[in-house]
Structure formats: C-alpha cells, structure tokens
C-alpha cells in the first residue's frame, strides 16, 4: 500500500527570506524523497486543492481569514514578530490548508489509506484568532473539522511531533471532547 504525498511546488511562494521557515526546508525534504528510489516508488503524489472559505470558516474566525489576505494584498512583510508573509502568502496558506483536506479525502478514500502532506506556511501555533509563530492557519485543525464535517468522523486524534508544542491546535480543540490533542 503506499502513501498519498500531498506537495504541490507553489508552497515555495510563501517568501519569507531569510527567516527559519523558509523554502529550503521543502526542497530538502522533497530532494531527499526524490532521491530516495525505493520510497520514492511507494509514494502516490497527489496534489492539493486550495481550500475554501466554508473549509476555512469552521476553524479560524472570519477575522483573521479577511487579516491575513488584508496584510498580503497591501504588502505587508510580518503579521507578527515570528510570522512573515508576502504578497502570495495568503493563496499559499490556502493551498497548504486545502493538502490537509486533501490528505484527509486521500485517507478516507480507502482502508488504512495514509497521507503525508509536505506544506508550508505550517500551520499549528494558528489559532482560531490569531496567525502567530511562522503559522498563518492551522491546517491539522482545518483537516479535523473537515473530516468531521464531510466524513461525519466522531472523534479525531492529532499527534503533533514537531519539537515544541502546536499551542494553536490545543487552543482549537481545548474544550471540545471530540478531538484529542
């Protein structure tokens, strides 16, 4: 069985220059994956569908939706301190939000169907308020409440294992018992 790579080389748009999050870190990624005969064979390489406002709607509020496009449209260069973004930043956080969407039509689509989304802008300090540390959504959030939307999943678990903690997922999901964080 092999896995569905949800990638699609707009992400590298997100300009953040010279900052930590940056288009370096998926083309090593997708350089090593590429290079990499054997799990590269096991790959099904799909690619994302940008998401739409009623996707983005059960997650952030309509206010940091209308923020985010706002501050690239005018040019801004940092939503925060930590949080940079450039004029394309908005339609790429759109397609990084839709690959989660995307991972989660790929999984329910067969049994024990797997998914792994190489993204950016990354997406889980985002709450549903605020975009902040690197993050401008939260794209493990939005792939929940899609599931539980269009799927009717219960209950959903996100594991998170980047090196510091997703606060934005745990904030999302904080009081809702049908979904551990």
Same mark, same amino acid.
């Not at 940056?22 to 940008?50: C, G, H, Q, W």
């Given at each position: ?20 999050? #940056?288009?370096?870190?998926?083309v090593a990624i997708m350089r090593a994956l ?29 206010r940091l939706i209308h923020d985010i496009e ?34 989660? +039509? ?32 939260? #794209? ?7 599931a539980q939307a269009k799927y009717g999943v ?12 997703? #606060? ?6 904080? +009081? +809702? ?5």
């Amino acid at each position: 069985m092999s896995v569905h790579l949800i990638y699609d080389p707009t992400y590298l748009k997100h300009d953040t220059g010279a900052h930590a999050e #940056n288009a370096r870190r998926l083309v090593a990624i997708m350089r090593a994956l590429d290079n990499d005969e054997t799990l590269s064979k096991k790959l099904n390489r799909v690619k994302p569908r940008a998401a739409l406002t009623e996707d983005l709607r059960r997650c952030p509020g309509e206010r940091l939706i209308h923020d985010i496009e706002t501050l690239a449209e005018q040019g801004e260069t940092f939503v925060d301190a930590d949080t940079p973004i450039s004029r394309e930043s908005f339609g790429v956080a759109l397609l990084a939000a839709g690959a989660a969407i995307t991972a989660v +039509d790929c999984v329910m689509k067969e049994e024990g169907g797997r998914a792994f989304a190489v993204i950016r802008p990354p997406g889980h300090h985002a709450t549903p308020a605020v975009a902040m540390g690197f993050c401008l959504f939260n #794209n493990a959030a939005i792939g929940a409440r899609y599931a539980q939307a269009k799927y009717g999943v219960e209950r959903v678990l996100i594991v998170d294992w980047d090196v510091h903690h997703g #606060n934005g997922t745990q904030h999302s999901f904080y +009081d +809702d018992p049908s979904v551990l964080f």
